[in-house]
Structures are given as C-alpha cells and as structure tokens.
C-alpha cells in the first residue's frame, strides 16, 4: 500500500461488545479500569490530547500527560503563558482525547478547566526529575525562538542557576490545570464500525447519566 493512497488505509476492530451492564457505577471508576487495562499496551497511556479555543473560539490542539485523576477531573500541568495556558485563561471550555489506538478504544472528555491551586502545584513540581524541572525554568513555552542554540544558552543559564545539589523552585508562571467533566464518553471499536459508545453526562443537578452512542 502507497503512503498516499489514503482511502485504502483501513482495518477491523476485534474487540467484542462494550454494553451498558459492562460500566462501573462513575466515570472515574470506569476510566481507572481502563487506564489500567491500557497501561499494559500502550507506550503513555496518560498520553492526552488537549483541544483548547481562544476567546475568538479559534482552536488548537496538543499532546499533553495526564498527572492526576480524581473526581474532580483530570489535571495537567504547563507553563500558563503558553499557547494552551493563554488559551484556557481565555475560554474555559476543554476537551481531552486518550487515544489507545493498540487498544482498540479511546476515552473523550468534554468540560470546564480551571487552574489548581499553588500547594498543588509546588507538591508535584517538586516530584519532578531534576532534569525536567530545569526545562521548565529554561523553555518560555510557545514563544518564538531565534534557533536552537538560543534554548540551549537557557538551559545552560538554569543549570547554573540550580545545580543539582539543590531544589529546584516552581518558576513564576507555571502551574497546572483541572478540567472538570461535563461528559465522559467511552469508545471501543467493534467490527463494520458498529462501534460502541457509552457516556457519562452530568445532569447539572448532582447526576450522572449513561447514554448510548451511534458511532
């Protein structure tokens, strides 16, 4: 098959039905036995993609790694004055993808995002390798760069900085996101594209309800 030929790119799910009788009680529960099924296929399962708007409703999308998952929604953390920080300060609105394409599945979340406190995100940027945490202080995430060597000074600037003897602090600016589910739908491909699609909707009146997809 030709890289081109597009149209002939296709292939048949295996995985047998995902019925109503199959979802745990909460979505929370529901994507944890998933998320742990997927960990034992897929490279990141906490691997998300993150599909953001600017206040004209101008969209962008991007990989992000999910870091925590509570009933309060799922949490990721950035450098808030990058394209997707400036995005949600903007426009609130969020939606995430899993996409666990060796898994035959994949988890869509649709809700609200809003900024985790500072206690939150000092506890994890502390969690962070030591290498990592001097990326954060070198990368002004999204702005333009004359060339690579200019990134390379940065780093070696926060290297200086923070030696490894010591703790690096979280820099001004960075900080993580919670987005907050409205809908959390559960995908998994089934043959002829008869795929099956069960969400969680959240009646806004302390409910959750389960609905049926056509796919």
Known sequence: MRADDLSGMRRDYERGPFQESDLAPTWLEQFHDWLIEAAEIQREPNAMVLASADADGRPSARTVLLKRVDESGFTFYTNLGSRKGRELAANQRASLVFPWVDSE?????????????????????????????????????????????????????????????????????????????????????????????????????????IERLAP
């Open 105 to 209: 599945r994949q988890v869509v979340v649709v809700g609200t995002a809003a900024t985790v406190d500072e206690a939150q995100a000092d506890e994890y940027f502390a969690s962070r390798p030591y290498r990592s945490s001097i990326g954060a202080w070198a990368s002004q995430q999204s702005s333009v760069l004359p060339d690579r060597a200019a990134l390379e000074r940065a780093w070696a600037e926060a290297e200086r900085r923070f030696p490894a003897s010591g703790a690096v602090p979280r820099p001004p600016g960075w900080g993580g996101f919670c987005v907050a589910p409205e809908t959390v739908e559960f995908w998994q491909g089934r043959r002829d594209r008869l795929h099956d699609r069960l969400r969680y909707r959240d009646t806004g009146a302390g409910g959750w309800v």
